[in-house]
């Protein structure tokens, strides 16, 4: 079936680092690629997507590229602040269908 | 229109108890969909309903749960019986043919957190 893996957390950064969370799926047919953000207390935000191979989706600053070779679908951020700290979860589905989740990566800036 | 609401936002209930929650989603939103999220992992995907109809239902849906959409707007999903299995965030969401261009971006409610003493 289909699933995604995620780099475990938390992953604790200073303010202004880079940032990588690293993601991959396995998946039947040609999914669409998600990251959604969970603010402490808050609901799943969308955050970007990516509907297709080397599609890159982007938003307040966050970066992913859907990489079919690799089948990845990593996050990143040139400079991160303290008010980025959240959990990052990404995600695909395939057609008008469910969305699988990755376990969550909980990202924890400092000032 | 202000997103998909949940309510009650959180829930205490005793083990062998009845209850029921309720998701209104997005009003011209044909598909919803029920997600359970327990401490530390991802949402798990319950069961979705388009329009009125159930069109999936996951294993992880014992016949303790049952979930309804009588008329194609809110639904309600009940848990009788509850353990304390069963304490965690349910999650609505909802989508249509055309959100997110196309893709079926799903956009989710805040949660109702169970917690079964």
């Known amino acids: 079936g289909d699933s995604v893996t995620q780099m475990e957390g938390p992953v604790t950064l200073s303010e202004e680092a880079f940032l990588t969370i690293n993601c991959t799926y396995t998946?039947?047919?040609?999914?669409?690629l998600f990251w959604y953000v969970q603010y402490p207390g808050e609901g799943l935000q969308l955050l970007l997507k990516?509907?297709?191979?080397?599609d890159k989706g982007s938003n307040k600053g966050f970066e992913a590229t859907y990489r079919k070779e690799t089948t990845s679908f990593h996050l990143e951020k040139g400079s991160v602040q303290v008010s980025d700290s959240a959990v990052y979860f990404c995600?695909?589905?395939?057609?008008?269908?469910?969305?699988?989740f990755g376990t969550g990566t909980r990202l924890l800036v400092s000032p | 229109d202000t997103g998909v609401s949940q309510d009650p936002r959180h829930k205490i209930t005793k083990r062998g108890q009845n209850v029921t929650f309720r998701c209104d989603p997005i009003?011209?939103?044909?598909?919803l969909y029920w997600y359970r999220q327990t401490l530390g992992q991802g949402p798990e995907f319950l069961t979705y309903?388009?329009?009125?109809?159930?069109?999936?239902k996951s294993r992880l849906l014992s016949d303790r749960f049952s979930a309804e959409r009588p008329k194609g707007s809110f639904s309600t999903l009940e848990i009788q019986r509850t353990e304390q299995g069963d304490s965690a965030m349910y999650l609505c969401?909802?989508?249509?043919?055309?959100?997110?261009?196309?893709?079926?971006?799903?956009?989710f409610g805040p949660g109702t957190r169970l917690t079964v003493l």
């Open positions: 969401a909802s989508s249509s043919l055309t959100s997110g261009g196309g893709i079926n971006e799903q956009f």
């Open positions: 998946a039947t047919g040609y999914p669409s």
């Open positions: 990516a509907t297709k191979a080397d």
């Open positions: 995600a695909l589905n395939t057609g008008f269908q469910k969305l699988v």
């Open positions: 009003s011209e939103h044909n598909r």
């Open positions: 309903f388009q329009n009125e109809a159930q069109l999936e």
